[in-house]
């Protein structure tokens, strides 16, 4: 099969006019300019950009139900508490899951994502699901064991990291929740596992200021929260470090690991970040909702840090697209350049959930994952930046996704 169309954006150098791809077998076999007519039996798209799949390292599926719901607000503790007490209600079975998880995966094809870093809590019903679905996933698996329920934690280790099949879509990964509730002596045992395993790790950090009071001091309003949920006791450890200190000391920060929201780091927490080849998922949209201060992208980015776009939950966001979330980004800071927000939601979040080598850019030898924007103007960052609707078509392993 050939697609052509006016333009080619690759992710991976500049776009090429009049280019088309040559897809066999569900992987691209050449990419380049049209000199000419499009070839005989080539798909012409016409007026169009080609760019590669969108890829949102750092979502949870399986809270699509609570979208609109549980909207954020000035307290993040309050509205996780929220979060924690909806899901029990919306999410009590397993039926009831996979209706969410089917939900988020609709949404997310149509917005053109077709990889997700995927956290769950029910990982064998959910994994159950993407694997019938047409989405690539890491599916990582949430472990929480803090407090009262610190024994628990070798059982959701061992429920996180389990298969139990052999899927080509799928691949496990392992989520220690956060420093806030998950204890140290557990985070190196979800550590150990990723290594024994070789395991992706992605961890929620300094969500909030107040995580570094929590992990430094052992107070503030997480401790109100471990009493809240009736799971706090006087054993619950006090690190004395940063939460990404935490993270480092435990040996959880690798190039194996993606850092989530990261919104309140240090100069000293980008050094470490830096150093051990984390990536950080940056969630523009989630975090303007709740009020914080300006992320510190470009500092990470100044750095060398692997930084992607992805959208959290429905739970905090308005959609599942990571191209809404570089427009916005576009909009707040129109001094990024167009083809670096074309990376953070392609090539980079590839890259930080260990799939560059299959996916993320459109060069020879890579999945044929392809989405379709309508051109509205010759220059064809417009296309992708300037607009606000869906792709128009999306191709996922060189098929085309039936949006129905």
């Not at 809240?228 to 990404?244: C, K, N, Q, Y």
């Not at 167009?338 to 090539?347: D, G, K, N, S, V």
Request: charged share 20%; with cysteine; glycine share 6%.
């Amino acid at each position: 099969m050939i697609l052509r169309a006016r333009h080619v954006a690759t992710a991976a150098g500049p776009p090429i006019e009049n280019g088309m791809l040559e897809i066999r077998d569900g992987r691209i076999l050449r990419v380049e300019r049209v000199h000419g007519p499009a070839p005989h039996g080539a798909i012409d798209l016409g007026d169009a950009v080609l760019c590669p799949g969108f890829v949102n390292a750092h979502t949870h599926l399986e809270l699509s139900a609570l979208a609109h719901r549980v909207p954020p607000s000035a307290s993040f503790t309050d509205w996780l508490l929220r979060v924690i007490r909806e899901s029990a209600e919306r999410l009590s079975d397993d039926e009831a899951i996979r209706a969410s998880v089917r939900f988020g995966i609709r949404a997310s094809l149509r917005a053109g994502v077709t990889t997700v870093g995927d956290i769950t809590r029910n990982p064998a019903t959910t994994r159950s699901v993407l694997a019938d679905s047409p989405l690539t996933a890491v599916s990582f698996g949430e472990v929480t064991a803090i407090g009262t329920r610190r024994s628990l934690g070798h059982e959701r280790i061992a429920a996180a990291i389990a298969q139990g099949y052999d899927q080509r879509n799928v691949y496990v990964g392992i989520s220690p929740h956060s420093p806030y509730s998950v204890e140290p002596d557990v985070l190196r045992q979800c550590a150990q596992a990723a290594r024994e395993h070789d395991l992706s790790v992605t961890i929620h950090v300094v969500e909030t200021a107040d995580e570094a009071s929590f992990t430094e001091a052992r107070s503030g309003a997480f401790v109100e929260l471990l009493r809240a949920l009736g799971i706090w006791d006087e054993a619950v450890p006090m690190s004395g470090r940063t939460p990404v200190g935490l993270l480092a000391e435990v040996g959880l920060l690798t190039s194996r690991c993606v850092l989530a929201h990261a919104n309140y780091v240090t100069r000293s927490d980008v050094e470490l970040i830096r150093r051990s080849g984390a990536s950080v998922a940056y969630c523009p949209r989630t975090h303007a909702a709740f009020g914080h201060p300006p992320h510190s992208f470009r500092d990470f980015l100044r750095a060398g840090v692997n930084v992607c776009l992805a959208t959290d939950s429905l739970a905090s966001n308005p959609s599942l697209s990571v191209l809404d979330e570089a427009r916005f980004v576009r909009r707040m800071s129109p001094e990024v350049d167009p083809a670096l927000l074309l990376e953070m939601i392609t090539i980079r979040p590839a890259r930080a959930l260990g799939l560059e080598h299959e996916l993320g850019t459109l060069e020879p030898g890579k999945r044929a994952d392809v989405n379709v924007l309508p051109l509205p103007a010759d220059e064809p960052w417009n296309a992708v930046f300037h607009s606000d609707g869906d792709p128009r078509e999306t191709y996922l392993r060189g098929a085309r996704v039936n949006m129905a």
